[in-house]
């Protein structure tokens, strides 16, 4: 019996660390080669990122006719019409358009509203596929 119990706790423990694991945060970056997107990604590099382990960024070119089309969905689902200004970072329930001098407290001030957010959603990795 003890066996069994073990067993069934040992798998419990790991379903639950592989739920943990697939649960990471994600932060969903749309951009293309123009110096507002440089800047962007220069200030993810130079802390933001290092800054947040726990949440994953990831950054797609629109150029990529699967990103657009992503983008495109993403829009929908936030709501967004008409032209859509790059960088667009989707964080969690929020978005962020455009890249200015106070973006990277924006950004890390969302960041923050996003760590206490209980929403998940598919990973983009699986979504590209």
Known sequence: ??????AILSAFCFLTIAHTAQAKK???IFSQPCQFCEKMKEALNNGIIAANP???FTILDIQD?????LLNTFAANYGLEGNIG?????IGENYMMGW???APQDLQNLIEIFKKET???IP????LQ
């Open 54 to 56: 726990d949440i994953e």
């Open 124 to 127: 983009t990795k699986v979504m």
């Open 86 to 90: 790059l960088p667009i970072l989707f």
């Open 100 to 102: 200015g001098p106070s």
């Open 65 to 69: 006719e699967k990103n657009r089309n």
């Open 1 to 6: 019996m003890k066996k069994y119990l073990f």
């Open 119 to 121: 929403v998940t959603r």
């Open 26 to 28: 994600e932060v969903v």
